[in-house]
């Protein structure tokens, strides 16, 4: 038995086997202890509770990451199924069973974005796309793109990537034709939406099925962690053609650097500055349509749902962005 054999109500499960990805202890209304859990095996993740919860019994068992043997039962509450544990044991699989992966072709996406990357006409972000992308090609193909909001599952971050990649061409094709090509830079939206979020890689444990955030993450999020990389590629790239310039250099690092700590797009959503540039404007709002939609997806896709329609979320609040790069 499977999880998505259960994600309906009225079922009545044991031995089922996955992987533990979220946990959390509340109180019931009468101040006992239960543990909200969400486990995951492939593509298929469940909420559910653990009633009576005994910290001494469960605490260790149920480690994010850890997999775990459970049983219990579903049922339609509130025209939603929820799902309670009765049971839950170690198991003997193995992490890498339960790991949910990308849809689609790693080679092909990778291969894709490295050709739009030989079609840039503008040195610099030419150069700094291709250094990190070729550095550090094996973390960027199987790094999550977050670890629950859009996308968290191995090669997401290459997936969404080269999802905005496919909004952002026909995007920045349609504004260049009607208003002009020199308004703004398609080079520099394109680096923007192929570098913006792979200080994630830094970021999350990608040895780790859950994807729990490393020390240096919680130091140095993504946000921070990239405007670095950038820095350093193209004092690389200025060390061997500083003699040929013909622009000015530090206002254009300065500029790409500005297209990551902007494209979160607001100062409460955790970028240090907001978008002021077209190109920083149109990476914020093509971010926003992958991961805004992709986050949708996930809670419909696959799950029954209450009276046809998904789960509900929190994520379209004001902490929307704070989550998604957390």
Not at 15 to 34: C, E, L
Not at 243 to 259: M, Q, R
Request: hydrophobic share 40%; glycine share 6%; proline share 4%.
């Amino acid at each position: 038995m499977y999880l998505s054999d259960i994600n309906k109500p009225n079922i009545m499960f044991y031995d089922v086997h996955a992987i533990v990805t979220q946990k959390a202890i509340n109180k019931t209304k009468t101040g006992s202890d239960f543990a909200a859990i969400t486990i995951q095996d492939g593509n298929t993740s469940i909420k559910g509770n653990k009633w009576s919860y005994n910290a001494d019994k469960y605490d260790e068992l149920l480690t994010i990451g850890s997999v775990v043997k459970v049983g219990g039962k579903t049922k339609l509450y509130n025209g939603t199924v929820s799902v309670e544990f009765d049971t839950i044991e170690p198991s003997d699989k193995s992490p890498n069973d339960f790991l949910r992966r990308t849809r689609f072709d790693v080679s092909k996406m990778y291969g894709d974005i490295m050709a739009i990357l030989n079609t840039f006409t503008e040195p610099l972000p030419a150069y700094v796309a291709k250094h990190l992308l070729t550095k550090y090609k094996e973390e960027f193909c199987i790094a999550p793109a977050a670890t629950n909001m859009h996308q968290p599952w191995i090669g997401g971050l290459l997936e969404h990537t080269y999802s905005m990649l496919s909004l952002a061409l026909p995007i920045i094709g349609h504004y260049q034709s009607k208003y002009g090509s020199h308004y703004f830079s398609r080079d520099k939206v394109l680096f923007g939406v192929i570098i913006h979020d792979l200080g994630k890689i830094f970021e999350y444990d990608l040895t780790s099925p859950s994807f729990q955030k490393t020390k240096l993450g919680k130091l140095e999020n993504h946000i921070v962690k990239c405007p670095i990389l950038i820095h350093e590629a193209a004092m690389e790239w200025h060390r061997i053609n500083a003699a040929t310039l013909n622009f000015d250099f530090e206002l254009e690092k300065a500029h790409l650097i500005h297209l990551i700590v902007t494209h979160h797009g607001k100062l409460e959503f955790g970028s240090p500055i907001v978008p002021a540039s077209l190109e920083a404007l149109l990476l914020h709002q093509i971010d926003m349509i992958d991961s805004q939609f992709m986050h949708a997806l996930e809670l419909v896709e696959g799950k029954a749902g209450s009276l046809g329609f998904s789960e509900y979320s929190n994520k379209h609040k004001t902490d929307y962005l704070q989550n998604k790069g957390e």
